[in-house]
């Protein structure tokens, strides 16, 4: 029901430190989404939870049995004052309210077609969708001993020296801001507390003060040198996952890494020149994988498809590209063809003698079979499709010509180049002739 949880590894570390601990409450410090306290209510353990943000602190005070008034700012009543009168119903009704907003308001600073009809299809459906939250609220098992809407750092003063404390902080600082912020800039809320970033500069002063309890557990997204000894897990759940290190005082040593199915695939591969007649086959993620991992770097970091295609030409295969969801992204891409789909994968098989398969490849991924297929798997239209190269210089050899950059970014030594397209406008056979037709006129006379 809340957003997020933590992986049911992290989720058995925890149930193991608590029963170690022999400890019956708990100080949980950054609660977020309470998922330390909902595991931690599973096995007898009752917390005492603390927070800063509009969303964690409205159902922390829902949690401990208090109330957290809250109402629509005069600058946008006009859009959103059809809300109030469900913020007046009671903290239950709140926290619903601020639930289902995480969603209906993303992209609430944007001009954007899609999140515009998704604002739309919110407020047709509002009432069911309410009504189907508070009674999930309602059933809601975990109580609060306590919660404090603040800085973690004074609540940390107030924890017992004997007592346990869990703190997985926000592992990027401002992490909270950019998430609430359409919440935060929409709705007035007269308990905002006033807090200190969790920076670098303070971290320091944060873990002291959490290990200075008796029993103490902290979860980052790096390792640190100086809480060497204390290091008590190395989890990873899937291939492009957050990686996840635990430091506590008291608990058994764990490693987790992510499980990849993996088939071997009895395609014929290309061994020599291209031919005349294409198709596209649908691939497993078995094979999907292991093409990945014969014909890709293996410093791209793998990540789950929606679904693997590969082309074959004559009946051997020639290439393959996979698709996923452009769900989460389509902010970062508003110059895009609208609706589109994310090309996460796109690679050449064989042994390298065959030039420019990349470029068939690409040519097989925007034709209108490739169109066609991607449709029936999202469900909906497609007319775009969108991808992103990472490069050394400022554009990408192998997506210039066939897309258009959309965005550039800068990161570090290299760049992170967007590239989008329009799909569907040859058939996959067009596509391989013209293709052999540029072939043929590279060739020197």
Known sequence: MFQGSIPASLRAVVHEAARGW???????????????????????????????????????????????????????EADWGWLTPYLEMGQRERCA??????????????????????RQAYRDQWERMFEATVEKLESMPVEL????????????????KDGAVISF????ANGYESLFKPLDTVFDWPGRPVYDILDE????????????????????????????????GRMKTSNRGVPIFVYTNQASSRLITPEQTVTHCKLPIISGEVGKKASIVLLSAGDFNELRSLYLDPAIPPAAVLQAYGLMVDGVLVGV?????????????????????????????????????????????????????????????VRG???????????????????????????????????GATIGEWTLQEGLDAWLKSQKSSQPA
């Open 145 to 160: 001993l306590s919660f404090y809407a603040g800085d973690v750092m004074p609540w940390l003063e107030t924890v017992p």
């Open 22 to 76: 022999g400890a019956s409450t708990v100080h949980v410090g950054c609660s977020g989404n309470f998922t330390v306290e909902r595991t931690l209510w599973d096995i007898g353990v009752k917390c005492h939870g603390n927070d800063v943000s509009i969303y964690t602190c409205a159902l922390g005070a829902l949690l401990s049995g208090a109330d957290e008034p809250l109402s629509v700012e005069a600058e946008y």
């Open 321 to 381: 590209w996979a698709i996923s969801r452009p769900d989460g992204l389509l902010g970062n891409f508003a110059p895009a063809i609208h609706p589109h789909v994310y090309l996460i994968s796109d690679f050449p098989v064989g042994d390298g003698t065959t030039k420019k398969l990349s470029a068939l490849v690409l040519r097989a991924a925007l034709s209108k079979e490739s169109q066609l297929l991607a449709e029936r798997s999202l469900h909906r239209r």
């Open 201 to 232: 500069e303070r971290i320091a002063e944060f873990f002291d003060a959490v290990m200075s309890r008796k029993h103490w557990m902290v979860a980052l997204n790096h390792e640190r040198e100086d809480l060497a000894e204390y290091l008590k």
């Open 385 to 419: 499709i969108v991808t992103t190269a990472f490069s050394k210089k400022p554009v990408s050899m192998k997506y210039r010509g066939l897309f258009k950059l959309l965005s550039r970014k800068e990161d570090g030594p290299k760049f992170i180049l967007n590239y």
């Open 169 to 172: 902080p926000p592992f990027w």
């Open 97 to 118: 309210v601020l639930m289902l907003s995480t969603t209906m308001m993303a992209g609430l600073l944007q001009s954007n077609l899609y999140y515009d009809r998704q």
